[in-house]
């Protein structure tokens, strides 16, 4: 299989399997094209031309970066349960009522973790997880911040017992950036804590649903906290990582204008992610809005390219691909590994396959205390990956790695069913990605 795409006036052929990506100009383009859908050669180029390109297309299969054969169904075996990360809901409760939160509202009103919960938790990290040197602890929410002071509890029980079990231990902190002051600020780039801020862009979309429990926005004060933090981390010699991390919702179908915004305020390191949400709510994404969502990500890349251009240091995750090297198989073809390498952890001890399922009963996988009590639906996790789900047909499907499970549920009921939406702006913020790639190569 190859896909063979047009974007911004660049035909591109890209072969999914070796990572291969070739610019071709228009005959080559229609060759590859029939050759890939297996029809009839194109009659309308001069025959020398097409044995041309047959010619070249034949040295590119030898040389493996066309038509490679995909061997992934048979090698793959989806790998045992032994999460490597786990994500601690330190706080399942939150100071902002943020409409789209997968949380209700903020609402799901679980209180703190307690520290001796957050412990077992480690220790349940450290068991499980088998030969794996390096583990990992994020802390969630709700908002994390609430709970600080057992945040550093966790940084240093954590340190102390991976490193006497002869592992590595690192920790992510996801927050609204509401509490982000100057000594937590210290505190996280002392300890080399990676950090995601979420902030959306401008100040009116943020605002829209970024809102304080009496309603007013949380822009001024997140930007402020926010920014203070990115610039002392950038500042660093650094082995952490930060980014902002922004929801885009059909509320704004012009969220490059965001990523310029974010870009204007001293950002270098930005996500956009769609909103995950029920197609009831009236700012998920429609089949309809899909033109003008896709035409928007191409409008994204220009903006991006030009950076690159100018030689600015800014990096949006989705346009930073890898084609030939990146993942493991195990990555490409199982994305997140929620429920088996992947974990999250309710403030009450419960186990769930990943912070989007927390408290949801059906996904319930057992608690710390007595473990995994439903290891069928550990199982239904280990065996979501690509090659049981419609992806198997999918070009992107080894840079999507078979979509999010909690979205996929979210729209259709299933973790194996990925909703037709997500895939299209996966499959879009891709191409962009591989023309950018093209481009600056
Ligand atoms: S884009 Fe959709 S169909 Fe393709 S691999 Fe991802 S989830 Fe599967
Ligand atoms: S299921 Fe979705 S939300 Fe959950 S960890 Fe995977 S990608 Fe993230």
Redesign the pocket.
């Given at each position: 299989m190859v896909h063979c795409f047009e974007i911004l006036g660049q035909k591109l052929v890209f072969d999914p399997v070796s990572g291969g990506l070739h610019a071709v100009d228009g005959v080559a383009w229609d060759v590859i094209s029939a050759l890939a859908e297996g029809k009839s050669l194109p009659a309308r180029h001069p025959p020398a031309a097409v044995a041309e390109v047959l010619q070249e297309v034949e040295r590119l299969r030898a040389e493996g970066s066309l038509f490679s054969p995909d061997r992934g169904r048979e090698l793959y075996v989806p790998p045992d349960f032994a999460p490597k990360s786990l994500c601690l809901m330190v706080a399942q409760e939150c100071n902002l009522r943020c409409t789209y939160c997968f949380a209700g509202e903020g609402t799901y009103g679980g209180g703190l973790m307690p520290e001796e919960v957050a412990f077992k938790a480690v220790d349940f990290l450290l068991a499980h997880s088998g030969t794996v040197r390096t583990v990992e602890v994020d802390f969630f929410g709700g908002e994390p911040l609430l709970n600080f002071p057992l945040i550093t509890a966790v940084v240093d029980y954590g340190t102390e017992n991976a490193r006497a079990q002869g592992k590595e231990i690192s920790f992510t902190v996801t927050t609204n950036a509401l509490l982000l002051d100057e000594g937590k600020t210290r505190y996280l780039l002392e300890k080399g804590i990676n950090v995601v801020l979420s902030l959306d862009g401008r100040k009116e979309v943020h605002d829209h649903f970024r809102r304080f429990p009496n309603g007013s926005g949380s822009y001024e004060r997140v930007l402020t906290n926010a920014r203070r933090f990115f610039l002392a981390w950038s500042a660093l010699p650094r082995s952490s990582y930060c980014y902002i991390r922004g929801t885009f919702t059909r509320k704004n179908l012009d969220f490059t204008r965001d990523f310029r915004h974010l870009v204007a305020q001293g950002f270098t390191a930005i996500s956009l992610e769609p909103v995950?949400a029920s197609q009831q709510e009236p700012y998920a994404f429609s089949e309809e809005d899909l033109p003008l969502v896709l035409q928007e990500y191409e409008r994204l890349a220009e903006a991006y390219l030009h950076l690159r251009r100018q030689g600015r240091p800014v990096r949006f995750f989705h346009f930073e691909l890898d084609p030939a090297g990146g993942p493991c198989l195990e990555k490409r073809l199982t994305?997140?590994?929620?429920g088996f390498a992947?974990l999250a952890v309710g403030v009450d001890g419960r186990l769930y396959?990943?912070?989007?399922?927390v408290g949801k009963e059906e996904f319930c996988l057992g608690d710390l205390a007595g473990g995994v009590s439903r290891p069928g639906l550990v199982e239904a996790f280990r065996q979501a990956y690509v090659y049981n789900k419609p992806c198997a047909g999918c070009w992107a499907r080894f840079f999507c790695g078979g979509g999010?499970?909690?979205?996929a549920y979210a729209t259709s009921g299933s973790i194996l069913k990925p909703a037709v939406i997500g895939c299209a702006l996966m499959r879009k913020r891709l191409e962009c990605a591989l023309y950018i790639l093209a481009a600056v190569s």
């Open positions: 995950v994305g997140c590994g929620a992947y396959p990943c912070h989007q399922f999010c499970h909690a979205a």
